[in-house]
DNA sequence: GTCTATATCCGGATAGAC
DNA sequence: GTCTATCCGGATATAGAC
């Protein structure tokens, strides 16, 4: 019901994509949504409760998005396409991704906090992992070594890309990350490298 | 000369690396040294100050560690595996990298201390790329791509998988990931895997 | 459910004595 | 070069009216 709890959700967390949890406070929120303080206390009595939203709210997305991306495609390149392109939604907003930004303060967040934010890592590392070995399956992948490492290969990438990227303010750079991770994974066949889905257009969805 | 200084930027990168630069503050250091708040100032009037003498040590310390490193070794692998180990040192500090660190919070930093950042980044990326290069040369690196582009690869691996082994509590699953990282370059002769240089023992110099 | 008002605390920073 | 004392702003959070 109340859409003021979600606005407030919803635009926390770009605040904590952009400029981190800690920097948060909550008259930059209450500025931006023309309510008071107090209001967004009433929703979320502490800052704890407010990540623990964040946290939980993104997982529930990402979660949605490879249910749906399952459902579309068999290749498992095309698959984890589909999650670079979040990244790089996320890198065109001048943003970094959650698991990021709140992996660098950690040791700064409430027990739960940091809780939650580990199975949101596990979430994106278990999919991955799943993925690949589908593909290994159904030979739309191929990779050397564990799948459990191959995994933790390409979260790191696009999680430390997409702060480079940012940096240096090339989104250039990240597209040509996670297109040689891409092209890595791909069978070498006859049919050589330019194939059918190397370079997926950009998506405008939001984590 | 006035050894306060030093320890002051020494005290204030540890407590950068292990919570960020917004939520260090001038009591965190002052009370560990037994000093005042004051004092500090005398020695950085202001925190971006303080922020810039922390990168450029950084910066220096890193830059003496590279070019020991390219005396002592001429395998690629060998030299690239002495700036994973000193990533592992961090990781066993419960830190991340000042990268890492800085990246996230960047919107928040002064115009100077991006900059700053911005050089340690690309010192780290061209040293990164200039070993791919040379063993790629002298045989004793094989990638595909560019040696820009692996450079980030490897980057990327260091920055978040630091982020994300510390969120897990495991440094082995770092160790895992930077070992699959020199296995891919390893060049695939007769002498197959468990080659002369693999698992190098961890370091305990810190960056 | 949102407001006004306030409490409490802590941040970075400065002035001036020593 | 370090101290004491102080200023100012902004942070999270609470109480009670509407």
Same mark, same amino acid.
């Given at each position: 019901?109340?859409?003021?709890?979600?606005?407030?959700?919803?635009?926390?967390?770009?605040?904590?994509?952009?400029?981190?949890?800690?920097?948060?406070?909550?008259?930059?929120?209450?500025?931006?949504?023309?309510?008071?303080?107090?209001?967004?206390?009433?929703?979320?009595?502490?800052?704890?409760?407010?990540? !623990?939203?964040?946290?939980?709210?993104?997982?529930?997305? $990402? %979660?949605? @998005?490879?249910?749906?991306?399952?459902?579309? =495609? *068999?290749?498992?390149?095309?698959?984890?396409?589909?999650?670079?392109?979040?990244?790089?939604?996320?890198?065109?907003?001048?943003?970094?991704?959650?698991?990021?930004?709140?992996?660098?303060?950690?040791?700064?967040?409430?027990?739960?906090?940091?809780?939650?934010?580990?199975?949101?890592?596990?979430?994106?590392?278990?999919?991955?992992?799943?993925?690949?070995?589908?593909?290994?399956?159904?030979?739309?992948?191929?990779?050397?070594?564990?799948?459990?490492?191959?995994?933790?290969? !390409?979260?790191?990438?696009?999680?430390?890309?997409?702060? $480079? %990227?940012? @940096?240096?303010?090339?989104?250039?750079?990240? =597209? *040509?990350?996670?297109?040689?991770?891409?092209?890595?994974?791909?069978?070498?066949?006859?049919?050589?490298?330019?194939?059918?889905?190397?370079?997926?257009?950009?998506?405008?969805?939001?984590?």
């Amino acid at each position: 019901m109340s859409t003021t709890r979600d606005e407030i959700i919803r635009l926390a967390e770009e605040l904590v994509l952009a400029k981190g949890f800690n920097w948060l406070s909550y008259s930059d929120i209450s500025q931006k949504l023309g309510i008071k303080n107090a209001a967004i206390h009433y929703h979320f009595p502490t800052k704890e409760d407010l990540g !623990l939203a964040i946290i939980e709210r993104d997982r529930t997305m $990402i %979660a949605e @998005l490879m249910a749906s991306w399952e459902q579309q =495609h *068999t290749d498992a390149i095309d698959i984890i396409s589909e999650l670079f392109g979040v990244y790089s939604s996320i890198l065109q907003g001048c943003q970094v991704c959650l698991i990021g930004s709140l992996g660098t303060d950690m040791l700064t967040l409430p027990d739960a906090m940091q809780a939650e934010l580990k199975k949101l890592v596990n979430l994106i590392l278990i999919w991955l992992k799943k993925q690949l070995e589908k593909g290994r399956a159904n030979g739309t992948a191929v990779f050397e070594g564990s799948s459990t490492t191959h995994a933790m290969v !390409l979260l790191t990438n696009m999680v430390a890309g997409i702060q $480079i %990227a940012r @940096l240096h303010n090339n989104t250039k750079e990240f =597209h *040509t990350l996670t297109t040689h991770a891409l092209n890595s994974l791909r069978p070498k066949d006859a049919t050589s490298f330019p194939s059918s889905s190397t370079s997926k257009s950009i998506r405008t969805k939001k984590l």
